[in-house]
Nanobody, 124 residues
Framework: QVQLVESGGGLVQAGGSLRLSCAAS????????MGWFRQAPGKEREFVGA????????YYADSVKGRFTISRDNAKNTVYLQMNSLKPEDTAVYYC?????????????????WGQGTQVTVSS
């Protein structure tokens, strides 16, 4: 099983940018599709975006499309989430996850390994 650790969260003003990183260990992430989810207080965990094993395919939630970009560096065993034009409604704990297969996945049940999360707070 792969272990995942997120970093890069913090406090940012609306309109600003943050780049989250997800460092993997235990296994190479090149075997897995990877995803990002987020969970705001009192809400269910929601899908943000996903990337296939090669990085050739990406898929995003409508709420972040055009503002967020997922990328991966398999040589560094790391996945990234670049977040631009941040809004207060983007405030949440962001989680990185490894899918159970090499392809795009969007449902929480499709992911077998999760990081501990990193807090992102966007002030208005």
């Amino acid at each position: 099983q792969v272990q995942l650790v997120e970093s890069g969260g913090g406090l940012v003003q609306a309109g600003g940018s943050l780049r989250l990183s997800c460092a993997a260990s235990g296994r190479t992430i090149s075997d897995y599709g990877m995803g990002w989810f987020r969970q705001a207080p009192g809400k269910e965990r929601e899908f943000v975006g996903a990337i296939s094993w090669s990085g050739g395919s990406t898929y995003y939630a409508d709420s972040v499309k055009g503002r967020f970009t997922i990328s991966r560096d398999n040589a560094k065993n790391t996945v990234y989430l670049q977040m631009n034009s941040l809004k207060p409604e983007d405030t949440a704990v962001y989680y990185c996850a490894a899918a159970r297969n090499p392809y795009i996945a969007t449902m929480t049940a499709d992911f077998g390994s999760w990081g501990q999360g990193t807090q992102v707070t966007v002030s208005s």
